[in-house]
């Protein structure tokens, strides 16, 4: 990568003058261009694949989650929004997650979940109407984090595509 040295600047560089005026060209370009409103209620907004709202788990066609508790997660979390208790079955898997929570207060929606999980077991949805009345509220168990694959495809066909 080639760093350009205050010495290779010209004396009118120097000034800073050329980019402030690129700055306020760019600027001036977004207040003249055509506004749109969105009427919220009515006129949903679709995000793309790409778009991460609320994590979820990632419930299988059998009822059984994918998540096999292995902590990488809440390891990861940068938030410590995360946190995860295993437990041993006699199932196909060895362990589940006997506690998954999610403190949605302190997710700043950064994916770095998603992208760690060597199952695809939690992935970013397509949600992002989050409301609570209070903290409580806001630590989402098992119970409301689980979803069923068919209303995840396209995430996970995104990531499938995109890893």
């Not at 010209?10 to 800073?16: A, M, P």
């Not at 990488?72 to 979390?77: A, E, G, I, K, Y």
């Not at 506690?99 to 999980?117: A, D, L, Q, W």
């Not at 199952?119 to 409580?136: G, P």
């Amino acid at each position: 990568m080639d760093y350009i040295k205050n010495s290779d600047l010209t004396l009118f560089e120097k000034t800073y003058i050329p980019q402030i005026v690129k700055g306020l060209a760019l600027t001036l370009k977004q207040v003249f261009r055509p506004k749109f409103t969105r009427q919220y209620p009515e006129e949903k907004w679709v995000p793309p694949p790409s778009f991460r709202g609320r994590p979820v788990l990632v419930l299988e066609d059998n009822g059984v989650e994918r998540c096999v508790a292995c902590g990488l997660c809440s390891r990861v979390c940068p938030a410590l929004a995360i946190e995860v208790q295993a437990n041993e079955t006699e199932l196909l898997k060895e362990r589940f997650p006997e506690k998954f929570e999610i403190n949605m207060v302190r997710c700043i929606f950064c994916g770095f979940c998603e992208e760690v999980c060597p199952e695809e077991a939690i992935v970013m949805s397509d949600e992002f109407e989050l409301v609570f009345k209070s903290q409580e509220e806001a630590v989402f168990g098992k119970d409301k984090l689980l979803v069923h694959r068919n209303k995840l495809e396209k995430r996970l066909q995104f990531l499938k595509d995109n890893r």
